[in-house]
């Protein structure tokens, strides 16, 4: 991954970007008269960026507009390095340094993010590889170093999810996930627990065994911790991530192409949660953080649960499974009982739970829900417009309990055709007793083609919006 840099920038000789609010203005930077006629032509073209082959080197001039919101100011200069970036590496340039002619120094870091981010390859199965050169970005001396480090700890957070979402099914099962948890644990600075089929049978997480028994491989549940000194909050809060590493539907069989194809990418939201805990135990934040990441497969071998199955969860609540293909909200159901030892000041579980919440508004945003404060859930919407992972909460009201009833178990695990997001949310939230927040990252969490700086395949959705949340609050 590139590592931003503090260092002094030679104007004269260094491939610049040059952020600046009045392009017109721009002089000095080793340019000529004729560069910066052309700068003026170009302007006159509306062009928001400039490109300058200057023979031994490259200028970008990029338009910031202050007259946007500070959030939308920064999301408009993450896509406009994502164009940086590509034609960067069509060049073979190799390292860039960053200047700002605007008022905010955080519009450098925001152009820096929009570089790494949308620089990152996953490639490592490839035999004829054609890697991205851009390997170092530099930024101004002034920049806070706390800012650069935190950045930095939060991109290579990124990265980490993305790769473990890119990933295939046949080299990473539930075990093989617990283990990267582990080196991502021992790399950040949290600890982590991780119990075996053994002790989940003990333990009676009758929805994760359920999923686990069409598997030939065993389920894992992660316990990760960062718990610093300093933590502001008394009581933890707590990240809840599927792990499902890859989804079939079961005996509810997907249909493939189309479906199937990318269910690798069903234990998203786990990667997500470790993400968090990297990035926040690495930059220190002053936050008590567990999170729990029920996983397994979901495959139609061996003794799969089936359709019209009676299962007993963890808190000793009877489900009548009616679709091994709403297997998520099983294994979740467990791990967001579990999690009422721990008290929570708040949980958040992020989930590729449903094709509902996909289909609604599709790859754009985050749908959310639950029980929470208002305070609280608008505080993660100001850092989903922060990050630009942007939040849609949808009702929460109690007819959408109805739809979950059954007659021969406390609860269906789905809710019909109409409200899947909802009534998926509305399973969950019967396994808790504290203030709760579903974010369902169905949508966003896996493209199949570049969005700017989200990269084909896995986008590492998540990981930003709640180190952005933590280190507000």
């Not at 002619?101 to 590889?129: C, P, R």
């Not at 990265?159 to 093989?176: G, I, M, Q, T, W």
């Not at 790399?187 to 069409?214: E, H, P, R």
Request: proline share 3%.
């Amino acid at each position: 991954m590139i590592m931003i840099k503090k260092s002094n920038i030679n104007q004269e000789k260094d491939n610049l970007v040059i952020l600046s609010t009045s392009i017109e203005k721009i002089k000095g930077y080793g340019l000529n008269k004729e560069q910066l006629a052309f700068i003026l032509s170009e302007i006159k073209m509306d062009k928001k960026i400039i490109n300058l082959n200057c023979h031994n080197r490259f200028v970008f001039i990029v338009s910031v507009d202050n007259k946007k919101e500070d959030y939308q100011r920064k999301e408009i200069l993450r896509r406009a390095a994502s164009s940086v970036n590509h034609q960067l590496n069509a060049h073979q340039v190799k390292s860039v340094s960053i200047l700002a002619e605007t008022k905010h120094d955080d519009d450098v870091l925001a152009f820096a993010e929009g570089l790494v981010l949308s620089n990152y390859q996953f490639i490592q199965y490839k035999t004829k590889q054609e890697k991205n050169l851009l390997s170092s970005v530099i930024v101004e001396n002034t920049i806070s170093k706390i800012k650069i480090d935190e950045l930095n700890a939060l991109l290579e957070a990124v990265y980490e999810s993305r790769n473990l979402v890119n990933e295939p099914a046949n080299k990473l099962n539930a075990v093989d996930l617990a283990n990267h948890f582990k080196k991502m644990a021992l790399k950040a600075g949290f600890s982590i627990q991780v119990f075996d089929k053994k002790k989940i049978t003990a333990l009676k997480m009758g929805g994760l065994l359920a999923v686990n028994k069409g598997s030939v491989d065993p389920p894992t549940f992660s316990i990760m911790e960062y718990k610093p000194k300093n933590a502001k909050n008394k009581k933890p809060f707590v990240l809840v991530g599927k792990g499902i590493t890859y989804d079939t539907g079961g005996l509810s069989l997907k249909p493939t192409p189309g479906s199937m194809d990318l269910m690798k990418c069903d234990m998203a939201g786990s990667a997500a949660v470790a993400g968090a805990m990297y990035a926040i135990a690495k930059s220190k934040l002053n936050v008590h953080v567990i999170a729990l990441v029920p996983a397994t497969d979901n495959r139609p071998g061996f003794n799969a649960f089936a359709p019209g199955d009676i299962i007993t969860m963890f808190d000793g609540t009877t489900i009548e499974m009616l679709n091994s293909d709403a297997e998520g909200r099983m294994i979740l159901g467990d791990a967001l009982a579990y999690a009422k030892k721990y008290q929570p000041e708040l949980l958040i579980d992020l989930a590729t739970l449903t094709g509902a919440a996909a289909n609604a508004i599709g790859p754009q945003g985050i749908v959310s829900m639950g029980t929470a404060d208002e305070k609280l859930h608008n505080k993660l919407k100001q850092s989903g417009n922060s990050t630009f992972e942007r939040l849609a909460e949808f009702p929460f009201w109690d007819e959408y309990d109805d739809l979950l009833k059954s007659d021969i178990a406390d609860m269906k695990n789905i809710g019909g055709p109409v409200a899947g997001a909802i009534t998926a949310g509305k399973f969950l939230a019967k396994f808790t007793n504290y203030p709760y927040i579903h974010l369902d990252i169905a949508g966003p969490a896996f493209i199949s083609s570049a969005n700017h700086y989200q990269t084909k395949g896995a986008t590492g959705v998540g990981v930003r919006l709640l180190f952005d949340f933590f280190k507000n609050i």
